[in-house]
């Protein structure tokens, strides 16, 4: 399955040097090492044409940081203030429980892309060094931008799964009723210091997380769980981390990947990614997915046949 097509060709160093973060910081940076997509969430970016990309100036708890999210500009939206949201943050380097850093979320748009993010600057700055550092950031951006090639991202896959599913709604389908009878399923919270490219390539893209809990007088052989999947996902397989197949009736491939509390169950039916992890157990037992992943599996295909 051909991976979508990436603006830059998933090269952060064509939307920002390392030269271009570290002038804006003052301070070296580096960027991250990129890495395959490791949850369905994660995917969602890559899915729709876009890519994280993040820089620190090492990895110590003091560290300049730069995290942000790259799109074309059509996933963005017209925002009430172009001014960066500056705040106040929890210094994590310092001794002093009271002692705070300044932090800015932004959004930058040129040239057909859009780019959210989050910057810390050294510990010690004022906010207006981080303003001062986002307004660097935008004339390297909008140069750098302006220079880049027309980008087109892949449409859309065939068949996928629908990308509104409502958690308490699946939950309730016969199958997954039938699988997990009086479980209460829920929307998941997504971390809220992110920037905001994330959550608008996760909802563009249709990956959804619902969080699993059991009925309060339950007693049974499943712990609580998280499931996450990306609609069109499956192309993303290939970059996952080995695992061992797991055998289940009605599910094209599943995949063991990890062990003990970090185990997940890694799905792919179609097109298609699921994803569950278990909370609460040291060791979930590989056969205790099965039930579980067929029958959702069978709920979300049910849902994208209407």
């Known amino acids: ?74 996933f ?19 001794t002093d429980p009271q002692a705070i850093r300044a932090a800015c979320s932004f959004n930058l748009t040129a040239s057909g892309f859009w780019l959210s993010g989050v910057v810390y600057p050294p510990a010690g700055s004022t906010e207006a060094a981080a303003r001062s550092a986002i307004t660097r950031l935008a004339e390297r951006f909008s140069a750098n931008t302006a220079a880049a090639a027309a980008f087109t991202p892949s449409a859309a896959l065939d068949a996928a799964w629908p990308d509104d599913v409502d958690c308490a709604a699946l939950g309730a389908s016969a199958p997954v009723a039938a699988a997990l009878p009086g479980w209460n399923a829920a929307k998941g919270n997504r971390p809220g210091e992110r920037p905001e490219g994330y959550l608008r390539a996760e909802a563009a893209a249709g990956a959804t997380t619902c969080l699993w809990s059991p009925p309060a007088d339950g007693a049974g052989e499943l712990a609580a769980f998280e499931t996450q999947w990306l609609p069109g996902g499956a192309w993303a397989q290939d970059g996952l981390a080995p695992g061992t197949e797991l055998r289940i009736d009605g599910v094209q491939r599943a995949v063991l990947v990890g062990t003990g509390a970090d185990a997940l169950a890694q799905v ?39």
């Open 76 to 94: 963005s939206s017209e925002f009430e203030s172009t001014e960066p949201a500056c705040y106040a943050s929890s210094d994590e380097s310092s």
């Open 1 to 74: 399955m051909t991976d979508p097509a990436q603006a830059f060709d998933g090269d952060c160093s064509g939307v920002l040097t390392n030269d271009d973060v570290s002038a804006a910081l003052d301070v070296g940076m580096v960027i991250a090492a990129r890495t395959s997509p490791a949850t369905p969430m994660d995917a969602a970016v890559a899915a729709v044409g876009g890519m994280p990309c993040d820089w620190a100036q090492d990895d110590s708890a003091a560290a300049a940081t730069l995290s942000a999210v790259l799109l074309p500009e059509a």
């Open 268 to 306: 792919f039916d179609g097109p298609n990614w699921l994803e569950i992890s278990y909370y609460g157990t040291s060791d979930p037992a590989p056969e205790s997915y099965a039930p579980v992943a067929a029958a959702l599996i069978q709920a979300l295909n049910a849902a994208a046949l209407g």
